[in-house]
Nanobody
Framework: QVQLVESGGGLVQAGDSLRVSCAASGRTFSNYVMGWFRQAPGKEREFVAAIRWGDGTTYYSESVKGRFTISRDNAKKTVYLQMNSLKPEDTADYYC?????????????????????WGQGTQVTVSS
């Protein structure tokens, strides 16, 4: 049974950095895409970043490009999202997700319906 468990959220000030983690278990993920999404109160869940576990290719939304970095640790089966220069508008629940690589034909890594497994989320609050 696949499990994705997020951790590392918290309350920080604008300009600070924070790293959230996603521990994955239940199968090998070498042919999976791992994604981070976020959902602010009253808003739709939106794509943040994704990584192809096998070759490490990364993708970012325009709103976080240059500030956030997604990475994975094969030995720990963990995906990280390093968030720098945080802004109040980054405040949201952050969710980890996993989808089979073959489902992402055309590179639509931002499409949440392509992800099969989801974690429970971790809350990130950025104060001004």
């Amino acid at each position: 049974q696949v499990q994705l468990v997020e951790s590392g959220g918290g309350l920080v000030q604008a300009g600070d950095s924070l790293r959230v983690s996603c521990a994955a278990s239940g199968r090998t993920f070498s042919n999976y895409v791992m994604g981070w999404f976020r959902q602010a109160p009253g808003k739709e869940r939106e794509f943040v970043a994704a990584i192809r576990w096998g070759d490490g290719t990364t993708y970012y939304s325009e709103s976080v490009k240059g500030r956030f970095t997604i990475s994975r640790d094969n030995a720990k089966k963990t995906v990280y999202l390093q968030m720098n220069s945080l802004k109040p508008e980054d405040t949201a629940d952050y969710y980890c997700a996993a989808g089979i690589l073959s489902a992402f034909y055309g590179g639509n890594y931002y499409r949440r319906e392509k992800y099969v497994y989801w974690g429970q989320g971790t809350q990130v609050t950025v104060s001004s």
